[in-house]
C-alpha cells in the first residue's frame, strides 16, 4: 500500500519521532519560560537591594568625609597650632635680636631653589645655635 510516494510502514515512525520532538520542545518551552521569568525578577530584586545598601554606604562615606574635612579644618587652624607651639613645644616669637638677615652674593643660588634655601636655613639654624649657647 502506497500513498503519494511514500509507503505506510516506513514514514510512520519518522512522523511519530518528529512529533514527540516537537511536543518535547513546546513542553521544554512551556516549563522554561516561566523560570527564566522568576530567576530574571529575583536577579533584579537581589541587584536592587545590592545597589541600595552601596548608596547607603557611599552616603554615609561622604558624611565621615565632610565631618573629617571639619575636623581636619578645626584642627590645623592658626590659632590651635599656634597654641600647641606655645604650650607643648615651649615656642615663642622671636625677638628683633634674635633674627638674622643673611647677605646674598650675585654667585648663590636664588632662594627659591633648593639650594639657595638649605643655605638660608643652615645660615639661620648656625646663628640660632650660636645665640642659644651664649644664652
Do not use: H
Not at 33 to 40: A, H, M, T, Y
Not at 46 to 65: F, G, K, L, P, Y
Not at 118 to 124: D, F, M, P, T
Request: aromatic share 4%; net charge positive; with cysteine.
Amino acid at each position: 500500500m502506497r500513498k503519494q510516494g511514500y509507503s505506510v510502514g516506513s514514514g510512520a515512525p519518522i512522523v511519530r519521532i518528529r512529533l514527540m520532538v516537537t511536543g518535547l520542545i513546546v513542553l521544554v518551552t512551556i516549563i522554561a519560560c516561566p523560570l527564566v521569568i522568576v530567576w530574571k525578577q529575583a536577579y533584579i530584586a537581589s541587584t536592587s537591594m545590592r545597589i541600595e545598601a552601596m548608596t547607603d554606604t557611599v552616603s554615609a562615606m561622604n558624611r565621615t568625609i565632610a565631618s573629617l574635612r571639619v575636623v581636619g579644618e578645626r584642627l590645623s587652624g592658626n590659632e590651635r597650632i599656634e597654641a600647641f607651639a606655645r604650650t607643648a613645644l615651649k615656642l615663642d616669637y622671636p625677638g628683633s635680636d634674635r633674627i638674622a638677615i643673611v647677605p646674598c652674593d650675585e654667585e648663590q643660588k636664588p632662594l627659591n631653589s633648593a639650594g639657595g634655601m638649605r643655605q638660608l636655613l643652615a645660615a639661620v639654624q648656625e646663628r640660632t645655635v650660636s645665640k642659644g649657647e651664649g644664652e
